[in-house]
C-alpha cells in the first residue's frame, strides 16, 4: 500500500493546493526545510525544491544554493529530482541537449540557482529532470514569471510589459504535458518550440483584450537570450509528441485564463461569466 509524506516549508508553495489531500489517510504533511536532515523510512524520494521564480531565488542567493546542495544531499536515496533549463544559462548551443555544459556567470545573479541545480554527485541512480519553462493553473500570480504576468495584466486590462530586448526567446510547455520518463540521465523535457517574448505578447493581447497596450520595460541581468530543448533523447523514453506551436498550445491555457479570471472577478459574477475567459 502506497503512503505518501509530502514536506513542504511554504516560501513559494501554499497548504491550498494540498486542499484535496489534506485529511486523506494515506497523506501526512510535515512543515519541514530540506537544508535540515529528515530522518524517516520511505522507499522513494520525489525531490522538487527550490524557489523557481528568478524573482525568488535571486532575493535570498545563499539560501538558494543551501537549498539545492545541502537539501540534495540530506535527500539521498533521492529518485526523482526536478531540474531545470537554467542549468544551460545563457546557451550558446541552441537547442539544448543534454550534453552541453551550459554557459554560465559564475558571479552572476542567477547563479545560485544555475550552479546549485547543476550540482549533481557524480555515480548515483537518479532520473533528473531538466524541466524547460511550464505554464499552467494554480501558478502564483504575480511572481514574475512571464505567463503570470502577461495573462493577469490583460485580465486587468493593464499593458503588457515586455522585459528588453524582446527578442529573448523561451519554449512553453503546458503542466500535464510535463509526463514521465524513465531514464537514469538527465532528460530534458519541454516544447522544442522556441518563441520571443514579442510573440508571445501578442498572442496574449489577441485573445485576451485586443485594445490593450504592450510596453516595453527594463531587464534583470543575465536573462537568457534563447532557449529551447533539444529532445531527441526525450523522443526515446517519453510517449508524449509535445507541441510545437505556440498556437496549438494556446487552446490549453484556457484553464489557466478561467483560474486567473475567478480571481480577478468580483463575487456576483455569474457562474456563465467564471466559465469563459473574462475580460474586466
Ligand atoms: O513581465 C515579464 C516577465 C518576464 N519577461 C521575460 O520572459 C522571459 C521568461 O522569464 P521567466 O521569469 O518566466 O522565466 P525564465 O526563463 O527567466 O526562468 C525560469 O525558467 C525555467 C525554470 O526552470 C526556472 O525555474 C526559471 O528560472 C525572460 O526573458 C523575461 O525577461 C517579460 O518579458 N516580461
Redesign the pocket.
Known amino acids: 500500500m502506497r503512503f505518501v509524506i509530502f514536506a513542504d516549508n511554504y516560501v513559494t508553495g501554499s497548504k491550498e493546493n494540498l486542499e484535496k489531500w489534506i485529511g486523506h489517510p494515506r497523506f501526512e504533511l510535515i512543515r519541514h526545510d530540506v537544508r535540515e536532515p529528515l530522518l524517516i523510512e520511505v522507499d522513494r524520494i520525489y525531490h522538487l525544491v527550490c524557489p ?4 525568488f ?1 535571486k532575493y535570498n542567493p545563499v539560501k538558494t544554493i543551501q537549498t539545492n546542495v545541502i537539501g540534495t544531499l540530506s535527500m539521498s536515496g533521492v529518485i526523482l529530482l526536478t531540474s ?3 542549468v544551460y544559462v545563457d546557451p550558446l548551443i541552441h537547442p539544448q541537449p543534454e550534453s552541453y555544459w551550459g554557459n554560465v556567470n559564475p558571479i552572476g545573479v ?1 547563479s545560485c ?1 544555475d550552479e546549485g541545480k547543476a550540482s549533481v554527485q557524480h555515480g548515483i541512480e537518479i532520473r533528473i529532470a531538466r ?4 505554464y499552467g493553473p494554480r501558478m502564483n500570480i504575480d511572481v ?4 503570470s ?2 495573462i493577469p ?1 490583460a485580465l486587468r486590462g493593464d499593458a ?4 528588453k530586448p ?1 527578442t ?1 526567446t ?1 519554449s512553453f510547455c503546458y503542466l500535464s504535458d510535463m509526463v514521465e520518463g524513465d531514464d537514469t540521465g538527465p532528460i530534458n523535457i519541454g516544447n522544442p518550440g522556441g518563441f520571443a ?1 514579442v510573440e508571445l ?1 501578442e498572442t496574449v493581447k489577441e485573445l485576451i483584450t485586443p485594445s490593450i497596450e504592450i510596453k516595453m ?1 527594463e ?2 541581468p543575465d ?2 537570450r534563447q ?1 529551447k530543448p533539444d529532445i531527441s533523447k526525450a523522443k526515446e523514453v517519453l510517449s508524449w509528441e509535445p507541441m510545437v506551436k505556440l498556437r496549438e498550445g494556446l487552446p490549453l491555457m484556457e484553464e489557466n485564463f478561467r483560474l486567473k479570471s475567478k480571481l480577478y472577478c468580483n463575487e456576483s459574477s455569474t457562474k456563465k461569466k467564471m466559465a469563459q475567459p473574462c475580460k474586466l
Open positions: 523557481a521564480s528568478p524573482i531565488y531545470t533549463s537554467e542567477r540557482y524541466i524547460f519553462n511550464t514574475g514569471r512571464v505567463g504576468n502577461f495584466q503588457l510589459t515586455i522585459q524582446g529573448q523561451r517574448m505578447a520595460v531587464n534583470t536573462d537568457p532557449r
